[in-house]
T-cell receptor
Framework: ETGVTQTPRHLVMGMTNKKSLKCEQH?????MYWYKQSAKKPLELMFV???????ENNSVPSRFSPECPNSSHLFLHLHTLQPEDSALYLC?????????????FGPGTRLTVT | GEDVEQSLFLSVREGDSSVINCTYT??????LYWYKQEPGAGLQLLTY?????DMKQDQRLTVLLNKKDKHLSLRIADTQTGDSAIYFC????????????FGTGTQLKVEL
């Protein structure tokens, strides 16, 4: 148990659906991250939030919309996705954004877009 | 640019040593990490090394860093079936915030 939980663990959605991924960290950290993990590709950093403020947005299409209502919760809102968006979406947290503290990962949400 | 490369697959016999290699291109790395991902799970930090170190040992794990060649390796002594997983190396660059750049991962299979 890493202290970072993600729901749902699996999600199948059509291209016209709207869904949200949820991440919660119980570690008292100030920074939270969304990563995309596709087969045979490196993990791609999507977004970073530090103290509820977005500090990194790595050219992610607007069909992915993050939300960080407080330092413990992070959401990824999905709408009109494409089949190539099917992947494992990992959430992580760390004590701070500045510095190189350990990132703690959740188990991920396996997303399939049909 | 940022590019971290790993071989995709490694197979070893139980009890042997495993060596997983990683090369990176950006010389401004400050920290280099090894993460482990078991099936259906997120990434777990195994160990890390600061860029001014050459070696770090932690129980069965030994990390070697060759900055001249931009080469990082992870040696697992006495490899067990529970070590079967995907291993990712990652780097953080100077002034880049806590932003990890990952390799593609090496699938380690431990056979009896």
């Amino acid at each position: 148990e890493t202290g970072v939980t993600q729901t749902p663990r699996h999600l199948v959605m059509g291209m016209t659906n709207k869904k949200s991924l949820k991440c919660e960290q119980h570690l008292g950290h100030n920074a939270m991250y969304w990563y995309k993990q596709s087969a045979k590709k490196p993990l791609e950093l999507m977004f970073v939030y530090s103290l509820e403020e977005r500090v990194e947005n790595n050219s992610v299409p607007s069909r992915f919309s993050p939300e960080c209502p407080n330092s413990s919760h992070l959401f990824l809102h999905l709408h009109t996705l494409q089949p190539e968006d099917s992947a494992l979406y990992l959430c992580a947290s760390s004590q701070d954004w500045r510095g190189a503290g350990e990132q703690y990962f959740g188990p991920g949400t396996r997303l399939t877009v049909t | 640019g940022e590019d971290v490369e790993q071989s995709l697959f490694l197979s070893v016999r139980e009890g042997d040593s495993s060596v997983i290699n990683c090369t990176y291109t950006d010389s401004s790395s400050t920290y280099l990490y090894w993460y482990k991902q078991e099936p259906g799970a997120g990434l777990q930090l195994l160990t890390y090394i600061f860029s001014n170190m050459d070696m770090k040992q932690d129980q069965r794990l030994t990390v070697l860093l060759n900055k001249k060649d931009k080469h990082l390796s992870l040696r697992i002594a006495d490899t067990q079936t529970g070590d079967s997983a995907i291993y990712f190396c990652a780097e953080i660059l100077t002034g880049g915030g806590n932003k990890l750049t990952f390799g593609t991962g090496t699938q380690l299979k431990v056979e009896l």
